[in-house]
């Protein structure tokens, strides 16, 4: 759910934002539902269902068969504002038994008193059926919904046609059958369209928003999403961005960099603590970190999660590494930034500080620096360094041995020999058989010269990887970096 600072700097009731269409001004404008803060504000019509009393958001219990629909219904209904023409809301699921699908639809009423089911549609929902699946991967992160109906009333049967928007559940006595202003806002309803299925559901963050890529103060893309800052606030991630939590301490260590193959100019850090014995834990899926990014331009951000299953252990239990690429396609103008120099804060393990580029000349030597800064508590602490080829995902050569002294300690590496293109290393600082922290770096590594005349271009595994990707990822994955 949106933090404070994001709420304060970008969520207000009516925003105007100058533009210009056909010599008419146009605005952006925003509305919260504050309805979506509590589930005292709703009521349960139909049987398989039961309110959940969770923080800041509208919680519901489901134990649905087969084919049934429950109603979660408002007590004061609200009247959609008529300037409106779209809504968004946050939905997350967690704690789910059978895979099944789950329908979502908005109910509302027109002023003849028909009623329709506005679809909500999101990357991770089924763009024919308009269903998602509660125990899937895709909703470990909450999904963003929107309602595109309220834009564009498509009357279809919700089953035989891919682009409809709304359906007629009661139709009008007289008159056209899409619906005619005022329109009300009664409630959802949620059906189970194939086995048995038990889950938890979250529902937040609702805005009626009229925004658009020329009225927005800051429009972005991240991983495959499209968002605006009076509706979304800052760039973010929330933790189940990363798939699937259960432990109870979260350490996520980010850089932001504006080159693929460059060094980051910005990093940050936040520890997510959670209670593994508390039904709501599935909220913390929903916390955001936030990247203070508002100028245009396309950036690489990475994301470190160290995963422990106890609170206070030394050894995380897991640490994975990803990346993301943001596009600021609309905000502040773009400014030139310096890379940060040293340590970075967070990260015990840093992979070639030194360097502007880790793509290699041809003609310079193929060394790299990597810094393990292990905390002064740890004994005799050693390090483990592997080179992968990104093709085969085949290990070329490891590095590992003991860190001498005390404090932070650099050791290079020499890469000469090694297969040409894009190889990735991975760099962990050990104690013992436990990893305290890894770091993960592509390296593009062209041939030489004289061979590189009689041979195609060795660097392009490594430049198709930087062309047109909403999404890298890194992870656990073996094989070429790729939209997953």
């Known amino acids: 759910m949106m933090g404070a600072a994001a709420l304060s700097a970008f969520l207000f009731l009516s925003l105007c934002v100058s533009g210009f269409a056909g010599g008419e001004q146009e605005t952006a404008r925003v509305s919260s539902l504050d309805a979506l803060h509590s589930s ?66 908005l109910i509302v009423t027109d002023a003849r008193g028909a ?27 909450p999904l963003r919904l929107t309602i595109p109906g309220l834009r564009r009333p498509l009357i279809g049967s919700g089953v035989d046609e891919r682009n409809y928007t709304i359906e007629v559940l009661k139709p009008p006595a007289s008159g056209p059958p899409a619906p005619q202003p005022p329109l009300t806002l009664q409630g959802m309803t949620f059906t189970n369209i194939h086995r048995p299925m038990k889950t938890k559901v979250y529902m937040a963050d609702g805005v009626f928003n009229r925004v658009t890529p020329k009225t927005s103060r800051l429009h972005y893309l991240i991983k495959n999403h499209e968002r605006f800052g009076e509706i979304d606030g800052l ?25 693929f193959e460059g060094r980051p100019f910005l990093s940050g850090e936040k520890t997510i603590q959670a209670d593994s014995s508390d039904p709501a834990r599935i909220l ?3 916390e955001r970190i936030e990247f203070p990014i508002e100028e245009k331009g396309v950036y690489w951000i990475t994301v470190r999660r ?6 206070g252990d030394a050894i995380p239990d897991r640490i994975d590494n990803w990346d993301f690429r943001l596009d ?3 905000g502040k103008p773009a400014v030139a930034r310096l890379p940060l120099t040293g340590p970075i804060p967070g990260m015990a393990v840093n992979i070639g500080a030194d360097r502007k580029s880790f793509v290699f000349g041809e003609n310079e030597p193929h060394r790299l620096t990597v810094a393990f800064s292990p905390d002064a508590s740890i004994a005799a602490p050693g390090y483990r360094i592997t080179a992968t080829a990104t093709g085969s995902g085949e290990i070329v050569k490891t590095w590992e041995a003991a860190l001498s002294g005390e404090g ?3 050791v290079t590496i020499d890469l000469a020999g090694l297969t040409v293109g894009a190889v990735r290393l991975r760099a962990e600082l050990l104690s013992g058989d436990g990893v305290l922290d890894r770091a993960e770096q592509l390296i593009g590594l062209p041939a030489k010269a004289e061979v590189a005349q009689t041979k195609a271009d060795p660097s392009a595994d490594w430049h198709k990887f930087t062309e047109d990707k909403a999404l890298i990822y890194v992870g656990m994955s073996k094989g070429p970096l790729k939209d997953p």
């Open 115 to 141: 009623e329709y089911g506005y679809k909500a549609i999101s990357p991770a929902v089924s763009s024919r059926e308009n269903y998602f699946f509660p125990s899937h991967q895709a909703t470990w992160t």
């Open 40 to 105: 005292a504000n709703w009521h349960i019509e139909g049987k398989g269902a039961r309110l959940l009393d969770w923080k800041n958001c509208v919680s519901i219990d489901l134990d649905l068969k087969e084919g049934e629909t429950v109603g979660v219904v408002l007590k004061d209904k609200i009247q959609i504002p008529a300037w409106a023409d779209n809504m968004s809301l946050t939905l997350g699921t967690g704690d789910s038994s059978g895979d099944s699908g789950l329908r979502f639809r």
């Open 284 to 286: 913390n899926l929903s």
């Open 328 to 330: 600021v396609l609309g």
């Open 235 to 259: 760039p973010w991630l929330s933790l189940g961005t990363f798939g699937p939590a259960h432990g109870e301490s979260y350490r996520l260590v980010w850089t932001i960099r504006d080159r």
């Open 306 to 311: 160290l995963w422990n299953n106890r609170a």
């Open 408 to 410: 932070a300690q650099d």
